[in-house]
């Protein structure tokens, strides 16, 4: 079992003594003093005890609430309409898969000190129950986005995926900016009911990043409405199905909804044979995952590579650049136009 963390940091202090919560980082780690309660709280998680109530303490200047999120774009939409009323945390450590990770006993403590928690649901974060039930917090606010959306049922080639979707529905909704417009509203609305007085400049900021989100959405319909090929052979897990039903485009996805699904090599041929067929231009591949599979793919049918990222998780990399999901969005577009020969 993971030991607790015990350093000092410039963190915020919590308004529970003993505990700092470093806001400024992406994935947020609390840490913690060696005091009397502190043990006593260590003590009770050790033995799987149920947290006491907190000692009440007068409230902070500074962010009013704690939020804990399960996938980067998450984390960012709500980053944007919470503003400086909240801390914004993301569970996953950079480069971690969403679909493989594990929570440790660390992440359960995490959520002791959190106000809400949100995540996509769907299947998408398959360890989310056993987080939350973990914790042992019924007064934790919990917000499903699957649950507030028009989900689509998964493609009909992917009837035994694992891990993602296993709930029959497709998680990957924050790759159709009209939907991450939606998803702004939702976390608008859940915020104000957890803190009413913010209510107007979480409606006010929500309004500020659709605005963003509708540029991207026409830059997208834009850029992708007069292309040679509307096919975009994928060496990833089926992560793009609403985007490519968003801009009328077709998904040929090489893993199935999960990037541990890997194909047989029957079903790579045949992908093989489809690309020569479509003459593709790009097989696109998902970073970390499919990168020399698209390339004896593109070997075989003379063409090119590009990655399309998913966005579920940024690498330490891209969390030291400070890349946005808008960015990652972007980087999309721009490999699009070029793979699909759009004008
Ligand atoms: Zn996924």
């Known amino acids: 079992m993971p030991q607790p963390t015990l350093s000092f940091n410039s963190g915020r202090v919590d308004s529970r003594p003993g505990i700092f919560y470093n806001a400024s980082e992406n994935s947020p780690r609390i840490s913690m ?199 975009f052979i994928y060496c990833g897990h089926s992560a793009f199905a609403y985007l490519a039903r968003r801009y009328g485009l077709e998904q040929v996805a090489v893993f199935g909804a999960s990037p541990d699904a890997a194909p047989t090599p029957r079903e790579l041929a045949s992908v093989i044979d489809k690309a020569k067929s479509a003459g593709v231009r790009t097989v696109f591949f998902e970073p970390g995952i499919g990168e020399k599979m698209a390339r004896m793919i593109a070997a075989g049918a003379g063409a090119d590579t590009r990655p399309l990222s998913a966005g579920h998780n940024l690498t330490p990399a891209e969390t030291a650049a400070g890349r946005t999901f808008i960015d990652i969005m972007r980087t999309n577009l721009e490999n699009l136009k070029h793979g699909l020969s759009c004008r």
């Open 33 to 231: 003093l060696k005091t009397p309660l502190v043990s006593a709280l260590l003590l009770a998680l050790s033995a799987g005890g149920a947290i006491a109530a907190p000692p009440a303490f007068p409230a902070e200047e500074g962010p009013a609430i704690k939020i804990m999120t399960t996938v980067f774009p998450l984390a960012e939409i709500t980053r944007a309409v919470a503003g400086a009323r909240a801390e914004v945390g993301l569970i996953l450590p950079p480069g971690a898969e969403v679909h493989t990770w594990q929570p440790r006993f660390g992440d359960v403590r995490k959520l002791s000190s959190l106000d809400a928690f949100i995540y996509i649901g769907s299947g998408l974060e398959p360890w989310a129950g056993d987080l939350l039930r973990g914790a042992g917090r019924p007064a934790l606010r919990v917000l499903e986005i699957g649950r507030t959306l028009p989900l689509a049922p998964l493609a009909a080639s992917d009837p035994d995926d694992h891990a993602h979707g296993r709930e029959g529905a497709d998680p990957h909704v924050w790759l159709d900016p009209v939907l991450d417009q939606m998803i702004a509203d939702r976390i608008a609305d859940f915020l104000s009911a957890l803190e009413p007085s913010g209510a107007a400049g979480f409606r006010d900021r929500a309004d500020a990043f659709k605005s963003v989100l509708g540029g991207l959405d026409r830059d997208f319909q834009r850029s992708l409405s007069n292309c040679r090929s509307r096919t």
